[in-house]
C-alpha cells in the first residue's frame, strides 16, 4: 500500500470490504474463523472468474483480464489446492473408508470427503465431485 500499487490497493479493500461484509452478516455481528474467511475469498475469486467469462464473451477483454488479474490476487492469499494425485488419493481412501460402491453413495462419500479435505488443503468442490463420480462408476 505505501508503494501506491493502486491495483493490489484497490483489489485487498476489496476483498476486506467481502470478508468484513461477511461477519456482519447475520442477525449479529461475530468475527469469523480461518475456514470462514477461506471460504469468503474462495467465493470473491469464484465471482471474479465468472465476470472474467462474461466479459470475455461479450467482447471486453481489457475488463476480463483486470478481473482475471484480481482473481489471481486474491487466490494468492489462499491456502494452496490439492493436486489432481491427491484428491485421487483422498477419494480413493474415503470411498474404501465409508464402503461406497455406485452412484447412490455418492453424498455419502462427498461429505466424507470435503470433511477429510479440510485439514489438507482447499478443494473445488466441482473437481471433487468429478473424481467422486468416475471413482463410483
Known sequence: MKARDTFATGTLRQAIAAVRGAAKSGPVARELDDDEIVAVLTAEVKKRRESAEIYTGAGATDRA????????????????????????????????STGASSMKDMGTVMKAAQAAAAGRGRVDGKALSGKVRAALS
Do not use: G, M, R
Request: aromatic share 6%.
Open 65 to 96: 483480464a483486470n478481473e482475471t488479474a484480481e482473481a489471481d490476487f486474491i487466490e494468492a492469499y489462499l491456502p494452496a489446492a490439492l493436486s489432481d494425485a491427491d484428491l485421487d488419493a483422498l477419494v480413493a481412501e474415503v470411498i474404501t
